[in-house]
Each structure stands twice: as structure tokens, then as C-alpha cells.
């Protein structure tokens, strides 16, 4: 059974930086992608960051320059390192995995950046 374990969420000052992490258990085979999304609020969940088993990667607009994505394809881990955050990277992130034909998410961690 797959299972994504997050952590990583918390609170930070504007400008400041979080590192989320999320690891997938129950994988046999190379999974095809690992991301991250976002809901804030109010609003419908987001696309933040995702990267291929082969290293590709993508961005939304709001974080390029700002969050990298990173994975280790050994612990089957991704990594979302998040630098000068604003107050409105305010969310639950949720880790996503691209798995044979399917979707899996994690739980969600919660960020929050103050002002």
C-alpha cells in the first residue's frame, strides 16, 4: 500500500525559508513524478512544484526563483526547499506522487508565512 509521509511545515517570518519533505513507502517500481501542491483558504488547490524519476522539473510561476524541488530516487523522497517566503505562500501543501496510473496524496503540513 503507498503511503506519502510529509513534514517540514511551520511558521516563518516573511522572507524567511522551509524545507518540506515527503516520503513515499509501498513503491516497488520508479514512480513517475513527485510534487507538491498548495491550498490556501478559499481557493482551489494549486500546482507548486513537480519532478520526474528522471530529474525534470517545473514550476509555477509564483514560486520560480523562490522553491526548488529536489528528489533522492534511492528513498523514494522529495524535497521542497522554500526561500523568501511571502504571506501569501500561506497554504496546506500537500505532497503528490505520480505512481503506475495513479495518484496518491499525503495528509498535508501546514506553512504559514507571517507578515
Known amino acids: 500500500q503507498v503511503h506519502l509521509l510529509e513534514s517540514g511545515g511551520g511558521l516563518v517570518q516573511a522572507g524567511g525559508s522551509l524545507r518540506l519533505s515527503c516520503a513515499a513507502s509501498?513503491?516497488?517500481?520508479?514512480?513517475?513524478?513527485m510534487g507538491w501542491f498548495r491550498q490556501a483558504p478559499g481557493k482551489q488547490r494549486e500546482l507548486v512544484a513537480t519532478i520526474t524519476s528522471g530529474g525534470t522539473t517545473s514550476y509555477a510561476d509564483s514560486v520560480k526563483g523562490r522553491f526548488t524541488i529536489s528528489g533522492d530516487n534511492a528513498k523514494n523522497t522529495v524535497y521542497l526547499q522554500m526561500n523568501s517566503l511571502k504571506p501569501e505562500d500561506t497554504a496546506v501543501y500537500y505532497c503528490?506522487?505520480?505512481?503506475?496510473?495513479?495518484?496518491?496524496w499525503g495528509q498535508g503540513t501546514q506553512v504559514t508565512v507571517s507578515s
Open positions: 509501498g513503491i516497488i517500481f520508479s514512480f513517475n513524478a
Open positions: 503528490n506522487l505520480e505512481y503506475t496510473s495513479l495518484a496518491y
